[in-house]
């Protein structure tokens, strides 16, 4: 099939083209984001393949679709950036990457934890200057601290593994608890109890109208002084200005984010040499026990390497079955 791969960054075209050695699709690559302007990129296309912030609202659809796109395939798990009710009408097949790697992360997770616990950040910078002082390093213990997970699908339930090899007690939210956390000796309980309790609160779930703003000025009235918040999964999850209010009183002591609600027009970019008109997000930068990287926590050769396997496995069921092999749509999920 021809597929046109929008945000292409070098290392997409590099595991997209080791994998498509097995497929032999005809893949052509833009590094433009998708958008109602970029859409008439799509012209020759039968499918398009896009990323977390590559924009698929009803009308870039409704363009798509009368260009003679008829699959999106999606390389990544989250779809909260397509309309879905339009694509169905419209019949343009929406596919994704349920489970690159789950390990990639969870371990980045834990990794902003420890570095944000034990300032690693800033010791690494004191020490390139000769500063060797550990005043203001001070950390604490993992072991028999209580985390709080929100969302315990593949990667919550890692998570949980991994916090229980560092001794934590383990609260954990889920519409749907998994049976298998019970080995990690998870306990549920509802939202307000888990913020309450926990010295930790990590985001492992999708964003959907429901999560929308999950962690807003409410939830933090109810969290422990000085929690520490990381999210790692979509930024919307978190009212960002609600947290910037909390880390100025002292509510929030640690923050790691590896996505932001108003990503799309920083991440994945070199902006060294640029200012940076996000005001919102400038502020964030200016604390210094936030801990911000740049949606990177997929990012290991193995879950690239996956996400391209599955990738054009949906392109190649599409093309020889007429539905590929990990569909989304509004039916599928009632």
């Not at 080995?183 to 309980?189: G, K, L, N, P």
Request: hydrophobic residues 45%; aromatic residues 6%.
């Amino acid at each position: 099939m021809r597929v046109l791969v929008f945000s292409t960054k070098p290392y997409d075209r590099k595991f997209l083209d080791a994998e498509n050695m097995h497929h032999g699709h005809e893949l052509r690559y833009v590094e433009a984001r998708l958008t109602s302007e970029t859409a008439i990129l799509a012209a020759d296309a039968e499918a398009v393949c896009v990323f977390v912030n590559d924009l698929l609202g009803a009308d870039v659809l409704r363009q798509l679709a009368d260009r003679g796109v008829r699959l999106v395939a999606l390389r990544c798990a989250g779809f909260n950036n397509v309309d879905l009710a339009a694509a169905g009408s419209l019949g343009t097949r929406i596919a994704r990457v349920p489970a690159y790697s789950p390990f990639a992360v969870a371990e980045h997770t834990v990794g902003m934890m420890l570095a944000l616990n034990r300032r690693l950040h800033r010791a690494y910078a004191r020490v390139r200057e000769g500063n060797f002082a550990l005043d203001g390093l001070l950390g604490f213990d993992l072991n028999r601290r209580t985390a709080g997970i929100i969302g315990t699908g593949k990667i919550g339930s890692v998570v949980a593994r991994i916090l229980h090899g560092f001794g934590c007690q383990i609260l954990a939210h889920d519409v749907r608890p998994d049976p298998e956390c019970a080995a990690w000796d998870v306990r549920y309980v509802d939202l307000p109890e888990l913020l309450a309790a926990s010295d930790i609160v990590t985001l492992h779930c999708p964003l959907t109208p429901a999560t929308h703003h999950l962690i807003d000025a409410a939830a933090l009235r109810q969290v422990r002084h000085g929690v520490m918040l990381i999210n790692t999964s979509r930024g919307a999850l978190i009212d960002t200005r609600a947290v910037i209010a909390a880390l100025k009183s002292g509510t929030i002591g640690f923050l790691g984010l590896d996505v932001y609600e108003e990503e799309a027009d920083l991440f994945f970019e070199d902006l060294s040499g640029q200012v940076i008109h996000d005001d919102v997000f400038a502020r964030l930068l200016t604390f210094p026990n936030v801990l911000i990287t740049g949606h990177q926590a997929f990012f290991t050769e193995e879950a690239l390497t996956n996400i391209a396997q599955t990738t054009l496995a949906n392109v190649t069921a599409f093309e020889e079955r007429g539905e590929a092999l990990h569909e989304v749509s509004v039916e599928r999920l009632a």
